[in-house]
Every structure is written in C-alpha cells, then in structure tokens.
C-alpha cells in the first residue's frame, strides 16, 4: 500500500488542500478561501483532522506557500509567512499549528520550490537534477532544484524580483510592483499587463503587441537564469502562461538574446522540450505540496 500524504497549496487567494499518494491518487480534496489566518488554518486543519479519522495519521504534510517565508528551521520563525504585504498574513505562523496538532513530518517550502519539486517526482522534470519552475500569475516566482536539491541559502530565490533592462521608449509603463516598479513582477505579471494595456490579460487577443513584449520580459529573464545556473530545463507555469502562443515567442526571444553563446543541444536542437509548461498543469501547485509531504516523510529526515 502506498503511503497517504497531505499537501497544501497555500495562496493569496485560496489554500487547496489534498490528501492522496500521487497524480493518479487524489483522495480528497478541498478549496478554502484564503482569509484570515485563524480561520483559513483553522479551516485546513479541520479537513487533515477529518481525514486523519478517515485514514489514520498522514505519512507527512507538505505546505508550499506564497511567501516571503521563513525556511530555516533553526530561527524561532521557521513556518512563518514574513513581510507579505497581505492584511493580517505578516508574520503569520502557518507551520506552526499544523505541527502541534498533527504530530507527523511537515515539510515547508515556497509556493514554486514546492512544484518544482512536484514536477521532478511526477511532470516535466522526471530524471533532473537541475532546473526552475517559474510562475507568471499575480506575481511572478521561481523555484530552483540545483544538484538535486532545492535552493534556499539566504532566504530563498525571488527571481520575479529580478531587474531587466527596460526601455522606457519602447515601454513607458512605470511598472507595478511595490517595491521596485519596473522589476520582472513589476512589468510581466498578469496584473502588469492588465494596468499597462488597460484590459485584463485573458481579455488581450493573441495578435495584440502585448505579448511580444510579454515574450521580450520573460526571455530576458530565462537569458539570465541560464547564464547564471545552468538549468536542464525550464518549466513555465502560472495564468498567464495559459497563452499558449506565448512558448514560441519566448524561445525565439531567448535564443536572439543567449546570440549563440551557450553551445548546448537543449538549446540549439530540442528547444521545444528545454522550454516547457508544467507537466503537472494547473494541479503543479497542490501536487507540489504533496511532493514536499513526501521528502518530509523520507525516513531520515524527520519533521
Ligand atoms: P495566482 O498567481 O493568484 O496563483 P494565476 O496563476 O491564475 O493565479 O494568475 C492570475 C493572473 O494571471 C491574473 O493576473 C490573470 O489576469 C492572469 N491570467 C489568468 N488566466 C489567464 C489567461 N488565460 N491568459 C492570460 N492571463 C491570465
Ligand atoms: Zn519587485
């Protein structure tokens, strides 16, 4: 019998929650909107408690969560969200309470470390050891798997806070984002598109100016993760990424800027399998919560 593992996707605007062993194995599953941290936890904690009496005790839970978080699991923080700007979510404990009631392995990680992870058990990264997931949604994130493990260091990466070269004849949007205005977020999230074109980005028709633009912000950033790691494979995720002409555009784009630099098969001869959307789909996010439930429980590695 294989082992039932419990993952959260915990979001902005929902926390979706599963109990399963895998893609092909969703037990239950439910959506719960992300309001306030009491209730929404308290919410979430509920569903694992109910499943628990279902099933006995879960192998391990995975939480991948929006962030900023706090990975180090020696700081008194560790399991809390950070500086959100997200009314009541700043410095909100979401590990914490879920460790004290269930007393199984937790693993914690970000939203896009977590399906990264998913993608490398289950989707489009099967067999690598070194790649990024990268979500282009309300805000733009990636997760890194490097030499087989996920990045974290410092804090962990915000590669959606990277800052390209803008244009500002070419663009003269500002840029969106709090902190930096014209970051990568700043200027290709979907709510960048929606203020810079004045309609939302499901709304702007494929042959509009905006994508090659779109196309332009996040090949310059691929140009740079690839210079700067190495990855075998880029999996790209997130709304936006639900333009499907947007795959062609970018591997144009990234192969004009690299200008033949970087001499490898992926690039020059398989760009269509390097560049890729999730192999998970829209599910990449709860399954990568599962995936981290399943590191979690590696015996080993304790909670
Ligand atoms: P979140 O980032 O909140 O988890 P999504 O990844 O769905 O959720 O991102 C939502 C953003 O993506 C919104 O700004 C929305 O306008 C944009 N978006 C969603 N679907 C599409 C689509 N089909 N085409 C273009 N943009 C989309
Ligand atoms: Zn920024």
């Known amino acids: 019998m294989k082992t ?72 008194p923080a560790y399991g809390f969200i950070t500086s959100t700007p997200k009314p009541g979510w700043r410095n909100a404990d ?10 199984i392995p937790i693993g914690f990680d970000t939203d896009v470390n977590g399906a990264a992870l998913g993608e490398k058990q289950w989707g489009a990264a099967q067999g690598l050891d070194t790649f990024i997931y990268l979500t282009v949604g309300t805000g733009i994130g990636g997760g890194a798997l490097i030499n087989g493990r996920l990045v974290h260091g410092l804090l962990h990466p915000e590669m959606g806070h990277f800052r390209p070269p803008r244009d500002a004849k070419a663009d003269p949007f500002p840029g969106c ?24 980005a499901e709304s702007l028709p494929p042959e509009h100016p905006a994508w090659a633009l779109e196309a332009h912000y996040i090949a ?67 399954l990568g919560a599962l995936a981290l439930a399943l590191d979690a429980a590696r015996p080993g590695r304790g909670g």
């Not at 979401?94 to 007393?103: K, T």
């Open 220 to 286: 310059q950033a691929l140009a740079n993760y690839i210079c700067i790691l190495s990855p075998q494979r880029l999996i790209l995720g997130g709304g936006v990424m639900a333009q499907g002409h947007l795959f062609p555009q970018v591997r144009a784009e990234v192969l004009r800027l690299l200008n033949g630099y970087i001499q490898a098969p992926a690039l020059l001869e398989h760009l269509d399998s390097y560049i890729v959307p999730p192999g998970l789909g829209d599910r990449a996010g709860v």
């Open 4 to 75: 039932l593992l419990g993952g959260i996707e915990a979001g902005g605007t929902k926390f979706v929650c599963a109990v399963g062993t895998g893609p092909d194995d969703i037990r239950a599953l439910v959506r719960i909107p992300t309001t306030t941290p009491e209730v929404t936890i308290g919410q979430a904690l509920a569903f694992f408690q109910e499943q628990t009496r279902q099933h006995g005790p879960l192998a391990g839970l995975g939480i991948a969560s929006f962030g900023p978080v706090e990975l180090h699991p020696d700081s």
């Open 177 to 200: 984002c709090p902190f930096h205005g014209d970051c990568f977020e700043g200027l290709a999230s979907g709510p960048a598109l929606e203020k810079r074109w004045g309609q939302r």
């Open 94 to 103: 979401l590990a914490g309470p879920f460790r004290r009631a269930l007393d």
